[in-house]
């Protein structure tokens, strides 16, 4: 099993800054893309950035340019600084880990895709 573990949420004030944090735990062999999502309230969850094994990054349209994401593959773990708040950006952020492990002695790998239990963010005006 492998758990997701979030912190950093909070209430924030437009124009100010927040740091996300997302720890995996569990039987972990490595993790591939690592992410971040949120779901606003009375609308669907949606992409807030993403990044791979290698550093590549992802952004959704409404965080390019005021978001960050990071990661540190030697503590499992997943950043999102998130610069210039806006009360829009009110919403549960939900961690998104895709883990790969070892199933036998050959060498076979499984990858399966968990999602923490989410952080609330509020930003006033």
């Known amino acids: 099993q492998v758990q997701l573990l979030e912190s950093g949420g909070g209430l924030g004030q437009a124009g100010g800054s927040l740091t996300l944090s997302c720890e995996a735990s569990?039987?972990?062999?490595?993790?591939?893309?690592m992410g971040w999502y949120r779901q606003r309230p009375g609308e669907e969850r949606e992409l807030a950035a993403t990044?791979?094994?290698?550093?590549?990054?992802n952004y959704g349209d409404s965080v390019k340019g005021r978001f960050t994401i990071s990661r540190d593959n030697v503590k499992n773990t997943v950043y999102l600084q998130m610069n210039s708040l806006k009360p829009e950006d009110t919403a549960v952020y939900y961690c998104?880990?895709?883990?790969?492990?070892?199933?036998?002695?050959?060498?076979?790998?499984?990858?399966?895709?968990?999602w923490g239990k989410g952080t609330l963010v509020t930003v006033s005006s």
């Open positions: 569990g039987r972990i062999s490595s993790i591939r893309a």
């Open positions: 990044i791979s094994s290698d550093g590549n990054t």
């Open positions: 998104n880990a895709e883990v790969q492990w070892v199933v036998n002695v050959e060498g076979a790998t499984a990858t399966r895709n968990y």
